[in-house]
T-cell receptor, first 114, second 113 residues
């Protein structure tokens, strides 16, 4: 594909529901990142994969957040028992191997928890 | 404590004017620096990297002052299409993963006709 894609683009969940957000990185990009962007804020790092290995999950705000990338390509960010404070845009980014300068972002999933 | 600080603005600037933003970062061990641009309800996109010697890309000039830990972006001859949020971004290896980025809140720029 031409760029990073994410689905769904918009998700409304009732408080307490589980959600799963999908990211398709650019083909061949080894590194994949998840960020959370609240309204009026810059993106905040959540977690990082290199291929299928989750090398850093220090930014995940609680144990309700879980991310996986089992085959080193598509990644899923899962949020269990959603809370209102989880409402944000969830951005996925991928990075070309050997070129650490730029991360390519997907359009994001806008999650609203009611 | 936010590690990358920016004036959120908004900066209202007439078309054709020159505008400058600064940002400061707290981690002196930071290694790479960038300006990203984010349009309303869109994803961030890399505008330019920032090098110690300063660098220019058309109407845009970026500078880094490691001693004072600040980064600047200068836009000359501003265009209506420059209206966006400009995110100051730092790569702090060892925090946020090998290449996880730390973003400022962004500076909102509005170019007025």
């Amino acid at each position: 594909g031409a760029g990073v894609s994410q689905s769904p683009r918009y998700k409304v969940a009732k408080r307490g529901q589980d959600v799963a957000l999908r990211c398709d990185p650019i083909s061949g990009h080894v590194s994949l990142f998840w960020y959370q962007q609240a309204l009026g804020q810059g993106p905040e790092f959540l977690t990082y994969f290199q291929n299928e290995a989750q090398l850093d999950k220090s930014g995940l705000p609680s144990d309700r957040f879980f991310a996986e990338r089992p085959e080193g390509s598509v990644s899923t960010l899962k949020i269990q028992r959603t809370q209102q404070e989880d409402s944000a845009v969830y951005l996925c980014a991928s990075q070309r191997p050997g070129e650490p300068m730029e991360q390519y972002f997907g359009p994001g999933t806008r999650l609203t928890v009611t | 404590r936010k590690e990358v600080e920016q004036d959120p603005g908004p900066f209202n600037v007439p078309e054709g004017a020159t505008v400058a933003f600064n940002c400061t970062y707290s981690n002196s061990a930071s290694q790479s620096f960038f300006w990203y641009r984010q349009d309303c309800r869109k994803e961030p996109k890399l505008l330019m990297s920032v090098y110690s010697s300063g660098n220019e890309d058309g109407r845009f000039t970026a500078q880094l002052n490691r001693a004072s830990q600040y980064i600047s972006l200068l836009i000359r001859d501003s265009k209506l299409s420059d209206s966006a949020t400009y995110l100051c971004v730092v790569n702090e290896k060892g925090q946020g993963g090998a290449d996880g980025l730390t973003f400022g809140k962004g500076t909102h720029l509005i170019i007025q006709p």
